[in-house]
């Protein structure tokens, strides 16, 4: 692994912590409407990067939003490896440059991380071990909203997050 | 790199790692917290996220903040007094406050004493006019009580019915009926073993003890406290006597008091956990000012590497409760704040600037209204409780604290500010709902303190 691919990885984290620190602050005003800035982001790099490159996007993604995540850390590796993993599929289908593929690939890994910390959390909560508090007809509501808000920042934006400096050495996968 | 490559091997790790993060899994939940280890370090990156969020505490009037808190602690210190005059005559009382209940036996509690000199163990244990157990022994700092509904406890009682007397020993809880915990209602039935005259079926059961073989006449103390009402109970051909108590064992017990022999050295009916005392309290460092998911209302701060946050330990600005410490992992620690579906704490209602308190028993965040208010429930009992007191003076205002009788929160903390009902349809008080919109001060995330147990040290 070149020195400027590890570098890119490094930048991609910083990018990815502060995107996710935006969204923690935009929460306050936006609530349930508030895109998921930081899968957004990884979406627009894995719609440049290769399959093998999920092994490392995974951990990095899931160490930038860990500050900014209430969930336990098993649930956020597992929600964070399915969210770029249906991603991956996604992108295989839907052209991922083009607006409808930006948008259709950030609302599905949206909806997936949200809706796998729900259900993880209900479960866990069922048996005695968990704190959240289960599911309802708000979470699934919640879903649709941070799902399509984020559909909406991907169509506006992705243009410019799967071109945003120090990244060139991760674009290995041509249009 | 064609193995990494392998869809089918991602596939089958991703479906691994979805399987054994269902459920707690020990293994794994450390192998992830390892691999996460580097957020707590790469975090410090977005701490211009918190400075942005901090800000500074709506203007509350700490002094007005401070007296309300030592109100409250002493209402409740205070409301564990007999209210007949005969039953405090003659008698030192020493208030403790419950702590937590012993693990897998919940006939027992863990108080802090205000006092720890003058209660010895075989005291007896009493709240206002109620006798509910006896000290049975002492771990650290803390006293362990017995309580009455405790399978093997057992004192002698008599019961009275018009002319009627008989003598009987009560302990433990009829079997039949002990579902009747669940549902918090004050309407728990002791069991009564060998009464004297089994026609007695009815009256008053208060406490008569003899002094012991050794003479001692601890046992005696509690002489005329109330146990409750003597009640008969068919059970097929079985006639079995029943003492209904009017305690409320479930949520009633945050504070008690210890009937001693001698009188307190030091402070006899103060709370024995001080929040205004600073060095019961160790500053927090944030990492993070919010969350990315919009339904749950958490933070992260720093995590100590050799002390550990307690999980449930509270988080404060000053004496404004923000939340309580949900779990840790990989240096860090999550804190639920006031509206996260995750936070639950031991609540009273107080008038405010009076000494007027009620109980409510646990409540639990549904949520943030908006920037000020969060949505609370409360238990079906703890509502008809904060109705009655709303309706005794309708128009002061009710400013909801935590009671104690919980390990990392203590007593007199404030909650906030209830806010009254916009219309019946509101959910708050006066809705048909359990819950209640609570007015708190703003988090300021750059100013949080966590609350430290007496044998901690500040990190």
Request: hydrophobic share 50%.
């Amino acid at each position: 692994m070149s020195g400027a691919r590890i570098l890119s990885m490094l930048v991609y984290m910083v990018f990815l912590l502060w995107c996710a620190g935006l969204e923690a602050l935009l929460g306050d005003t936006l609530g349930a409407w508030t895109p998921a800035l930081s899968l957004v982001l990884a979406c627009a790099v894995i719609a440049r990067a290769e399959d093998e490159d999920l092994w490392w996007l995974v951990p990095l993604t899931a160490i930038a939003r860990a500050p900014f995540a209430p969930d336990e850390p098993s649930v956020l590796v597992g929600g964070t490896f399915l969210a770029l993993w249906v991603a991956l599929l996604v992108r295989r289908v839907l052209d991922a440059a083009g607006v409808l593929g930006r948008a259709a690939t950030a609302f599905v890994c949206v909806a997936s991380a949200l809706l796998w910390s729900t259900v993880s959390g209900a479960l866990r909560a069922a048996d005695g071990d968990g704190t959240a508090s289960g599911l309802s007809m708000g979470v699934y509501a919640t879903v649709v909203s941070a799902g399509l808000s984020s559909a909406l920042l991907a169509a506006v934006l992705g243009g410019v997050l799967q071109s945003l400096p120090g990244l060139a050495a991760l674009r290995r996968r041509a249009w | 790199m064609g193995v990494l490559r392998s869809r089918t091997l991602q596939l089958v790790l991703l479906l691994l790692c979805l399987a054994l993060s269902l459920r707690r899994v020990e293994g794994m939940e450390q192998a992830c917290a390892v691999l996460l280890t580097p957020a707590r370090y790469v975090a410090v990156l977005a701490q211009p996220f918190v400075w942005l969020r901090g800000r500074a505490v709506q203007a509350e009037d700490s002094a007005t903040l401070v007296q309300g808190s030592q109100r409250v602690r002493a209402a409740l210190a205070a409301a564990v007094l007999p209210l007949e005059p005969e039953l405090r005559a003659g008698r030192t009382f020493v208030a403790c406050e419950v702590v937590a209940r012993v693990e897998r036996a919940p006939d027992r509690l863990l108080v802090r004493a205000a006092d720890d000199l003058a209660v010895r163990v075989g005291d007896p244990v009493v709240l206002q006019n109620h006798y509910v157990g006896r000290v049975s022994g002492q771990h650290g700092a803390e006293w362990e009580i017995e309580l009455v509904t405790a399978r093997d406890h057992r004192v002698g009682a008599i019961a009275r019915h018009e002319d009627e007397i008989a003598r009987l020993v009560v302990g433990g809880l009829r079997r039949e009926l002990s579902r009747e915990r669940g549902t918090g209602a004050p309407a728990v039935v002791l069991a009564a073993h060998a009464p004297s005259d089994r026609r007695v079926r009815a009256g008053e059961v208060r406490v008569q003890e003899t002094p012991d073989a050794s003479g001692a006449a601890g046992r005696t103390r509690a002489n005329g406290y109330k146990l409750g009402e003597l009640e008969v109970l068919v059970e097929g051909a079985a006639v079995l006597h029943g003492v209904r108590t009017q305690v409320d064992w479930e949520h009633g017990l945050h504070h008690v008091a210890v009937l001693v022999d001698a009188a307190p050295a030091q402070r006899g009916m103060v709370s024995a956990r001080e929040p205004l005392d600073a060095q019961r309290w160790a500053a927090l460092m944030s990492l993070s000012a919010g969350n990315v998911w919009s339904h749950r209302e958490t933070l992260k701060v720093v995590d100590h590497p050799q002390r550990p946050l307690r999980t449930g330990a509270a988080v404060v600005n000053g004496l404004q409760l923000c939340g309580r410490v949900l779990a840790q992992s990989a240096g860090m620690a999550d804190v639920a704040l006031l509206g996260d579906p995750a936070f639950e704490v031991e609540a009273v209602a107080q008038l405010d600037g009076t000494s007027e308190v009620a109980a409510l028993g646990r409540v639990r965040g549904l949520g943030r209204v908006n920037d000020t208010d969060v949505s609370l429930e409360l238990s079906a009992l703890g509502m008809q409780r904060l109705q009655d007191l709303v309706q005794r003076a309708p128009r002061a205002q009710v400013v909801l604290w935590s009671a104690g009788s919980e390990r990392g929160v203590p007593a007199g903390l404030r909650l906030g500010l209830l806010q009254p009902a916009r219309s019946t349809s509101d959910p708050v008080v006066g809705g048909a709902a359990r819950t209640v919109h609570v007015r708190s001060s703003v988090v300021d995330v750059r100013r949080l303190s966590v609350w430290l147990e007496s044998n901690e040290e500040a990190p």
